[in-house]
């Protein structure tokens, strides 16, 4: 009872100080707008919005011109037709552009000059007769609103609804200049006589104005502005003799401030009154808040924090910590019953550890046990045939077998790098080549062979290489492995030059391996075994891909990344 009453207690002070800060709030509230919003506050704001808006209809304007001509199919084919054109032609072609550039400035009040410029060769066409008025359109790197020498430019560049990251292939660039005396016209009849003014800042770094601005107004306002285009903010500015409100508008598209200040002496005396009431009720309101918080944090905050932390340290992996405070209210059975899940958890963390690395153990042994047994026999027949004819043959044979078979029987997976895998390749294709006409690549970049990856996984992809692409293929004989250093893993490619598969047949083996259930009958298991196995450890990119070679043959392409060194859980089933 006595631990409700407390946090009672606690929810009654909360509420009580909460109607009180409300309370203030409003009176504050009214009385401020009282005076502000029946004088100058109104009158600013409407300044500001009829500023906005024109400013926002000449942008939209000059947007508009940029992409009507880069998306215009004149402008588009204009440098292929060049090349198919004679010289006349072509200079005909580039005037007819330069001409609907200039007879669209005749019905705009906004836009003073239209420009395009194709990187590839330097060709410029623009409105005007200024020769330094490609310089800006050299070091555009990308869409959008972009100044140069104090003037404000909208560029558009082509290819447009995909813009190139790399700006090298940027095509060509519209740009268009916003008229600077029309933007000062359009600032003298926002304002309301002499007792105000407006002026644009343009990213920080010049002003457009029609009248002279006070240069402290302007200093107090690049420390002031920031960049939310929903909010319009406000601050006051005191001179010696003058009082100002001043507010800023963001205008994002151009990365532009809109300012206006109003001369508001006459208004500051029941204004500084309320920000003194004001003042003295923050004070109260902070000594009472700062109570409050103090009661808060000892009886709950501090809990709940302390109870986060340990969660945290959970989540990192730290089955063993505790909580051993045991505070006299609600947390005491709240700590309790963490300590015993963090228990059961630790404990059954360590079960599964056991019973994962058991398993792991066994799967691996069970893929050496299920290497194809007639692999076997035929080397076994093939030393038998070649005892007497080929000793040579034969010591070949049972040197590459009896490697094989010793890398398969102490394989540990934690042992299996790319050398020792692609080395148990090897084995498996000179053996092979003893049996058949076979001629075999391996390439491995020296760096990466020292790097851990799964087990078995590059054999059954040369494997099925020859039981599906040479052997079924007259003539077939050649067989590729190439390891790739690529970011932070490799890029491995088992090729042959055997049977292939048709569009149709390999878009259907990319859908039976990407399954997430294993094919029916014999056929294509292994390599869904190796997809999955791959994806569970190297993620998503790495399973297997596939696609028709040079050779005519089939190219079956794996990403290892080593950074996940062994990856996380994947399954091993047959692999024959």
Known sequence: MIKKVNMKRFIYFFIFFLLLTLGLFYIMNTLSSRTLQESLVNASRNQLAYAEEIIDGAISEASMYGIQYTADNDVRFYQNRKLELSNYDAQMDKNEISGRLADQLFSSLAVESIGIYWKQDGTFIQTGHDSQAKLPFEQVMERGWQTYNNSLYYFSVYPYIHQPKNPANIEYIVGVKLKKEYLTGLLGKA????????????????????????????????????????????FDYHTGEDD?????????????????????????????????????????????????????????????????????????????????????????????????????????????????????????????????????????????????????????????LAEYYRYLTKLDRHDATLASELQLAGHFLTIMSLCKELHYEISLPPELGEHRIMPLIIQPIVENAIQHGIEELQGAHRVSIEVKALDDGALILVADDGKGLT??????????????????????????????????????????????????????????????????????????
């Not at 644009?200 to 104005?209: A, M, Q």
């Not at 500084?272 to 709950?300: C, E, H, K, P």
């Not at 950074?563 to 996380?568: C, F, P, Q, V, Y």
């Open 244 to 400: 100002y409100y001043v507010l800023s508008k963001y205008i994002e598209p151009i990365d532009t401030y809109l300012v206006t200040y109003t001369r508001m002496s006459d208004f500051l005396t029941p204004l500084d009154r309320n920000q003194q009431v004001f003042a003295a009720s923050i004070v109260v309101i902070l000594i009472i808040g700062l109570t409050v918080i103090l009661m808060f944090y000892r009886n709950f905050y501090r809990n709940v924090h302390l109870l986060g932390k340990k969660f945290h340290q959970v989540e990192q992996g730290n089955y063993s910590t505790r909580i051993s405070e045991n505070p006299v209210n609600e947390f005491y059975t709240l700590f309790k019953s963490f300590n015993h899940m963090v228990l059961r958890t630790q404990n059954l963390f360590a079960s599964l550890k056991i019973e994962t690395e058991l398993r792991r153990d066994a799967e691996v042994k069970q893929l050496q046990a299920q290497i194809n047994p007639h692999f076997l026999y035929n080397s076994l027949f093939f030393i038998m045939s070649m005892a007497k004819s080929s000793p040579e043959a034969v010591m070949q044979m049972s040197k590459h």
């Open 503 to 576: 569009p149709d047949q390999l878009e259907l083996l990319a859908a039976r391996v990407g399954n997430e259930t294993p094919p029916q009958g014999a056929r294509g298991i292994g390599l869904w075994n190796i997809h999955q196995r791959l994806k569970n450890a190297y993620g998503e990119l790495s399973g297997l891909r596939f696609f028709t070679n040079d050779w005519g043959g089939l190219s079956v392409m794996a990403y290892i990344d080593f950074s996940l060194d062994e990856g996380g859980e994947y399954e091993i089933t047959d692999c024959g």
């Open 191 to 234: 304002v309301n006589g002499d007792s105000s003014n407006a002026f644009l800042l343009v990213n920080d770094s010049f002003v457009i104005s029609s009248k002279p601005v006070d240069s402290r107004i302007e200093e107090k306002a690049r420390a002031t502005v920031a960049p939310d285009p929903q909010q319009i903010l406000k």
